[in-house]
C-alpha cells in the first residue's frame, strides 16, 4: 500500500546527522514516504559548519511543484531556508498548490553558533512563512531572535508563545529544551486558546546535533497521517526523548541524536 507523503523544505548536512538526512531517518520511522525541496548543501562534521552554498530559488521551487503536482503531499516543514529569495519562492509556491499541515522550524544558527540564514531571511520567515503555517517550533535562542523576549520561567515562556502567536500561525510551540537549571524539558504548544504544557525529563548528552529538525519533522510525519497537532506535538515530544537517550558519539565533537531504537527488535 502506499503511504503517506511528507515533504521536507531544508538543506543538506554533510555530516547526517541533522537538516534533510535527519527528517528523512525520521519520516522513515514512522512509515512516511518523504519527499526533498533541497534548500542549501552544508560543509559540516561534528565540529560544526564550516559553510554552505544554497540552491538557486528556482530550483527549489521547481522540486516542490514537481513532488506536489504528481506524488501528492500529505505534509510538509522547512528547516534551514538559506537565503530571503528562497524563502519567498517557498511562500508563493505553497499558496499555489494547495492545503495541508504545514510546520515551520524556523532554524537561524547551528548550535556552534553558525548562522544557516543570510541576513534578512529570519524576517523573510516571519512575514512570509508564519502566516501560512500550522505549527512554528521555535527553540529558545530563536524565540529571542523573533520577539526579543528571553525565556527563562513559564511565565515568559507563556509571554514569547502570545507574542509569536501575534505573527500569524495557527499553533506554536515554544521549545523549552535549552532553558537553564531546569531538570525537566518543559515545552509549551498553544492555539491562544488551549495552553498545552509538556513535560519530560532531561537527559544529560553532548550529543543532541539534529534534535530540533528530529522533533519538527516526527511531529510532521504525524500530521501526515492524520494527528491533530496535540496529538502530534505529543508523539513527537516522546520520539525525540528516545531519540536523545539513544543518541551516540560520532566525531570529536557534537554526536547525532539517534532513531535507530525503531530498529530494535
Ligand atoms: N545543518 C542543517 C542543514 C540544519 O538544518 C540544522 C538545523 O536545523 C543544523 C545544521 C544545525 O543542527 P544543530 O543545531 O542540531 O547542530
Redo the contacts with the bound molecule.
Sequence with gaps: MTPRTALTI????SGGG??IQADLRTFFAHGVHGLVAMT?V?V?NSLG?QGFTEIPADVVTAQIKAVATDMGVNAAKT??LASAEIIRGVAKTLDEIGEFPFVV?P?AA???GHA?LREDALEAIRTELFPRATLITPNLDEVGLLTGISVTDEESQRAAAEALLDFGSRWVLVKGGHMRGTTECVDLLTDGRQYISLSGPRYVTEN??????TLASAITASLAKGASVPDAVAAGKKFIERCVAEAYPLGAG?GPVSPFWVLSP
Design positions: 531544508a538543506g543538506s548536512d541533522a537538516g542549501a552544508t559540516q559548519v528547516g534551514m522550524d532554524v547551528s548550535m556552534t544557516l543532541t546535533h539534529g534534535g530540533g529538525d557534537v
